[in-house]
């Protein structure tokens, strides 16, 4: 069997340790290579680990990199299927293989000995050389591989080959839902080894809750001392305990020490924290406290290099999360780079560490033929749950070991848990697939409802082991596209019940690839199988944007609640252990949405868990609409956020909107030159649609119940897609039936009915218009007709303004786009934009910008002149460039192009978003059904500067 079909981990490599540096000697192999990729195997040149071999011919590829995204062959997306025959574990001959080379020369003062040439991570298999000495063979492609070398190196003209194939046999373990490239996409490093130098290390470093103290041991060679200058240990031999007064590390006060590990041969720095993780009562504890995982499932991915990701990109993720209250991360589905988890130790971030296996394709098949229940395959399952043990041992923002993902469940995946039991009991074992909790630590679920979270919460579960267990969803919430909608609720399960200690988020980011003019997904290589834009499913966008999912998710999460209480306002602390005393909490008072004053708020230090009522401020008074808006911000800068960056905010209604004015006369209607004139509008005699307004022309309102689908309306993890309904009930595509006219006296009444050809059921729609001066008031009232089979999209008005009126403003929910169960982000404000502004550019384009409980909004033009819409006593809007069909047909944002007018939604209710595109659909509050409703606008035009 050729070894690209083994299944076993590989061959030639030193056992697997630590990731660290030391003061030895390095040398940085990363650079431009010489490339040359053929269609198989069989293809490839002959020889090409021979010293005289001629590479002069072929390409340059940097390394690290994927070589798809370089020109040689496309990257390719499934989430689920094998993009190859699940024949195990044979895969095709025609076998994309990539032939790297590399000549390097030592610098002069290399010392002599061993050395270890080191591989961070090469996508799927590669058989290396160095100067014609085959070294050996690597499989586990997001783990690290080491060979030693020394004897074979010289000072100057070293040939490095490694042959990287494509396809192996651990291609069947390495099924994660994200791109399929190759290459080595990881630092490739030499490393002098000194004689007497430090071989590997593991520092044990425990805190006690109860006593404040610390304990340290280091597992290492013989002969190493340590040192922690802060703590005045020096020359301590490390394999022996030392126990002393010391600061916890948490992910909310990430306290680190800095120390050094040092033989006469070698120093290693090290950076230690004293935590230790429990489990009891049900509850996954950290230094004696019940941890609340408000986590997000990290890919590694850059949109112009994809798994390729560099150190500035890694601390930008990390910088994010803690700016957007995010507090843990699942290294989905494979151990990062090394630098990402150094950095979770820095800035401060619970960490799930994943290893480096997922075999969902056999799910396809009824998990026939799945490795892990194959004996053939043991050793690779635990070749690579210790590579990933090992690597990672010494992080401690890494509190649980995770197995891997939906690999089902078998007796190699038991192999594993019963490893890392037994290698390292301080650290609980995570695997979702386990559903018995047979050999895990934790009961983890993906995408359970919220009755499901309920009714594990109360402990109704019939497994009595997974009742005792701590309970998280490694993964919820899926943040594809417009969404997810119903996060709240999920935090308040998670608050609720003791046992249930939050979840991971899925997923971070878009998987999207820069292409010209938009980010591209599964398909646009021309993949004869894959998956869509189900690898666009992330809070933020490819180029790290905040999406509104994101900036929704640190609403609903934020570690500090601040309320309305009948004494005062009420503050929260839901931090897991520190208090409030880093935080300055400000207010702001608006008018109307306009400031009127601010000040500094006098709030105690409120401890973890506890909370505090203190008086309002003393305001001036107002005589609109008024809102107080207090702000807990940081007092200092950390690591991760400058001063003033702010965690939370509530806000207070203070005054309500000031009474309504008597209405002056009305108008009457009139006919002239063949036109309804009303007011400041002009109508079509024969539709009764408003044609102009003070001189605008514009078209509509007209009654509309259609939104541009979003990945949540067409998912399919709650039944049948609700888009899948919309449409087959028509509703994409409603007929309007003028039913009368009626234009005497001093209101237009129009009668229409308006609904989907080939159906029986529709909407009579009644529209009453009247004119005050210079505002037209419009009373709508929508009537059922027949038996609606569903759900509505949403139900209000449409009309098209001239495209010149590219500026909006409004008082209302802002300043980004809001759901009925996404809108916890928006405040009452005053906010405006740029209609172009407006729009979220959602990698595939659907339904956004909407904008919520508005009061009043306006568009205008350069000079000011516009419309203006007041509710009666509120509404939602979008405005956009092109219409809702555009949108829907749209399969990237380059495909918008813009009309000449402005095309407004005027909206009374919306339905809700949920997250069936993976997970559970709307729930029942926030579902739209058809039924009587009235709801009130007022027209305007606005001059002029």
Not at 118 to 131: E, K, M, T, V
Not at 539 to 552: M, Y
Not at 678 to 698: K, M, N, Y
Not at 722 to 731: D, F, I, M, N, S
């Amino acid at each position: 069997m050729s070894y690209v079909e083994d299944p076993g981990p590989g061959r030639g490599s030193l056992p697997p340790r630590a990731a660290f540096t030391s003061d030895a000697p390095a040398l940085s192999l990363n650079g431009a290579w010489r490339f040359r990729l053929s269609p198989s195997l069989a293809a490839a040149p002959a020889g090409v680990e021979g010293e005289e071999f001629d590479d002069s011919a072929w390409d340059e590829l940097p390394v690290p990199s994927l070589w798809q995204l370089h020109g040689h062959g496309r990257p390719a997306y499934t989430n689920v299927p094998y993009p190859f025959p699940v024949d195990p574990p044979h895969v095709p001959s025609d076998n994309p293989t990539g032939d790297h080379r590399l000549r390097f020369d030592l610098p002069a003062d290399w010392p002599a000995g061993s050395a270890v040439l080191r591989f961070d991570g090469i996508d799927s298999c590669g058989q290396i050389w160095l100067n014609g000495t085959e070294l050996g063979v690597t499989q586990g492609s997001r783990l690290p591989s080491e060979f030693e070398v020394g004897a074979l190196l010289r000072p100057s003209g070293n040939v490095l080959v490694v042959r990287v194939h494509q396809w192996s046999a651990g291609s069947y373990l390495e099924d994660q839902d994200m791109w399929w490239a190759s290459g080595i996409f990881r630092a490739v490093t030499l490393l002098a080894r000194p004689a007497g130098g430090i071989g590997d290390y593991w520092v044990r470093a425990f805190y006690d809750h109860t006593t404040g103290l610390g304990t340290v041991r280091v597992e290492t060679g013989p002969n190493v001392v340590l040192a922690i200058p802060e703590l005045g240990v020096t020359g301590h031999p490390a394999g022996e305990p030392l126990e002393l007064p010391v600061e916890p590390w948490s992910a909310e006060t990430p306290r680190l020490y800095d120390g050094t590990l040092a033989t006469a041969a070698e120093r290693v720095p090290v950076r230690i924290g004293f935590r230790t993780v429990t489990i009891s009562g049900g509850q996954l504890k950290v230094n004696g406290r019940p941890l609340m995982l408000r986590g997000v499932n990290r890919h590694e991915h850059d949109p112009h290099t994809g798994r390729v990701v560099s150190p500035e990109t890694a601390l930008a993720d990390v910088l994010l999360m803690k700016r957007h209250n995010i507090n843990a991360v699942r290294t989905s589905h494979y151990p990062p780079d090394p630098a990402f988890l150094e950095l979770c130790d820095t800035h401060g971030l619970w960490v799930i560490d994943e290893c480096d296996l997922e075999t969902h394709g056999f799910e396809l098949l009824g998990w026939a033929g799945n490795p892990s229940g194959d004996p053939r395959w043991t050793e690779a399952y635990l070749d690579r749950i210790r590579r990933t043990v090992e690597r990672d041992k010494n992080r401690p923002s890494v509190i649980l070991w995770s197995l891997g993902n939906e690999s089902h469940t078998g007796e190699n995946l038991a192999r594993m848990a019963e490893w890392v039991h037994d290698r390292d009991p301080s650290r609980p074992v995570h695997y979702e697939g386990d559903h018995d909790c047979a050999y895990v630590d934790v009961h983890s679920r993906m995408y359970a409802t919220h009755e499901d979270v309920e009714r594990i919460g109360r402990r109704e579960d019939d497994n009595a082991r997974r009742r005792d267990l701590p309970f998280l969803q490694c993964e919820y919430g899926h943040a594809m596209g417009n969404g997810p909608g119903g996060l709240l609720e999920y935090r308040e399960l998670f608050e609720r019940y003791p046992n249930c200690q939050g979840g991971f988020v899925w997923e971070w980011i878009d998987h999207g690839l820069a292409a010209d003019g938009h980010f591209a997904y599964g398909g646009d290589f021309g993949e004869q199988l894959h998956d869509g834009n189900f690898v666009i499913d992330g809070l933020v966008f490819p180029d790290r944007t905040p999406s509104p999912g994101l900036i929704e998710f640190a609403k609903v999460i934020e570690p500090v609640r601040i309320s309305a209480d009948p004494a005062g306002i009420r503050i929260g602390n839901h931090y897991d252990f520190v208090d409030t005393g880093h935080l300055t909490f400000t207010w702001v008072l608006e008018e109307e949405g306009t400031e009127v004053a601010r000040g500094v708020l006098d709030v105690p230090s409120v401890h973890s868990g506890q909370s505090v009522t203190v008086p309002l401020p003393a305001l001036p008074s107002t005589s609109g609409e008024s809102w107080l808006t207090v702000s807990a911000a940081w007092a200092s800068a950390t690591t991760w956020a400058p001063a003033g960056h702010v965690v939370a905010w509530g806000q207070l209604a203070v005054s309500a909107a000031r009474a309504a004015e008597p209405l002056p006369r009305r108008g009457p209607v009139f006919r002239t030159g063949g036109r309804l004139v009303l007011g400041a509008g002009e109508f079509d005699p024969a539709t009764g649609v408003l044609s102009s307004l003070g001189g605008h022309a514009v078209h509509g309102p007209r009654l509309d119940v259609w939104r541009a689908t979003t990945d949540n309306d067409r998912g399919e993890f709650a039944g049948r897609p609700q888009a899948e309904l919309w449409r087959e009930a028509g509703l994409h595509r409603m007929q309007h039936r003028v039913i009368t006219v009626d234009a005497d006296g001093e209101e237009l009444v129009v009668r229409t009915r308006v609904a989907p050809p080939a159906q029986a059921f529709g909407l009579f729609a009644d529209y009453t218009w009247t004119a005050f001066e210079d505002r037209l008031r419009l009373r709508v009232e929508v009537t059922p007709d027949g038996e609606f089979p569903g759900t509505l999209p949403r139900l209000g008005l449409a009309m098209a303004v001239p495209g010149t009126l590219g500026s909006a403003e409004w008082f209302g929910g802002g300043p980004g786009e809001a759901y009925p169960d996404s809108r916890q982000a928006a405040r009452i404000g005053r906010f405006s934009s740029r209609v172009d502004g407006l729009q979220t550019p959602y990698v595939f384009p659907q339904e956004n910008g909407n904008r919520t409980a508005v009061r009043w909004a306006r568009w205008t033009d350069p000079d000011g002149a516009g419309i203006r819409v007041d509710g009666d006593p509120v509404f939602d809007f979008t405005a956009r460039r092109w219409t809702a069909a555009a949108l829907e047909a749209a399969r990237h944002t380059d495909d918008l192009l813009p009309d000449d007018v402005v095309h407004l939604t005027l909206d009374v209710a919306q339905q809700g978003l949920g997250t069936a595109s993976c997970g559970p659909g709307v729930l029942p509050r926030y579902r739209l059904v058809a039924q009587k409703t009235e709801f009130t606008l007022w027209f305007r035009a606005v001059p002029g500067h």
